[in-house]
């Protein structure tokens, strides 16, 4: 709104609020939650690590959740068990240092000062893609896996990547895109 009110005199180096970005600016590839005024403990930016598809961790990961798609088909006799055929592709996403350091934020007036703290045990989230037989359906899913516990579990829905077309002829939806029916028509 400032950069309107004082569009041929604004200058973010000038401003008494150094917070956010003009969008009538460029927006720099390098921008950090900082440059917005997000403490570290609401910034989501995280490191990101491609995983070899035969990564144990994820190997593991893939045959629990098949263990869930099949459960939730097992009372419907129309349905085909499911079996992994391949791993598509498998990402770790690592909350930054910054962000596992956070304590507290504390504003007096117009300054604002950050406590950091140790870094604290945490989790990782993975997130999955794989091609299930038959039927060649392709799912992506998050696992949240807890250092502290050793523990993991599936995160949020279930997304059928691909069309599952005239392969399911179940109703509802949520058992429409995992159940392959024995029978096709």
Known sequence: MTHILNFYTYNIQNSKQRRGLSLFNPIPQTRRCDYANIPPHWCTC?????LS?????????AKHF?????SK???FKQCETLFLKRVISATKIIPTDVV???VNTSHVGEKSSILYGHRVSTYSDY???LQTVPGDAVFEFTVRYDESKSNFNVMGYISRINLYNQTSYISGIELKKICYCRVQI
């Open 73 to 75: 088909i097992a009372s």
């Open 46 to 50: 995280s490191t990101q690590h491609v």
């Open 66 to 70: 098949i263990q869930i798609l099949n």
């Open 100 to 102: 596992l350091k956070y």
């Open 127 to 129: 997130q999955i893609s």
């Open 53 to 61: 598809m035969g990564d144990q961790t994820v190997g593991k990961f």
